[in-house]
């Protein structure tokens, strides 16, 4: 699995979830009871795993976009025209 597949799904997982909530919280007057950690848990864990992930897909592209317009390599040039400059 990739990194933006993961971001994606558990983002989705994630507001899939803040939906119910408020819907299970607005209908029910004791929500959400003797669930409450569970419920801080399970959107702890996704709210860690969206950002992570969504993180890490961004250092990935960067990487790529870098690589594909040859940036690592102008770095390189510009180093070798200075010392030629000195």
């Known amino acids: 699995m990739d990194y933006e597949l993961i971001f994606y799904v558990s983002g989705g997982i994630l507001a899939a979830s803040a939906v119910v909530v408020t819907?299970?919280?607005?209908?029910?007057?004791r929500f959400p009871g003797r669930a409450g950690p569970l419920?801080?848990?399970?959107f702890?864990?996704?709210?860690?795993?969206?950002s992570t992930f969504?993180?890490?897909?961004?250092?990935?592209?960067e990487e790529h976009?870098?690589?594909?317009?040859?940036l690592p390599h102008a770095a390189e040039e510009a180093e070798e025209i200075e010392e030629e400059a000195e």
Request: charged residues 20%.
């Open 23 to 29: 819907f299970l919280g607005l209908r029910l007057e």
């Open 65 to 70: 976009r870098e690589h594909e317009a040859g």
């Open 54 to 61: 969504g993180v890490l897909h961004s250092q990935h592209e």
């Open 44 to 50: 702890v864990v996704f709210v860690g795993l969206s």
């Open 39 to 42: 419920v801080v848990l399970w």
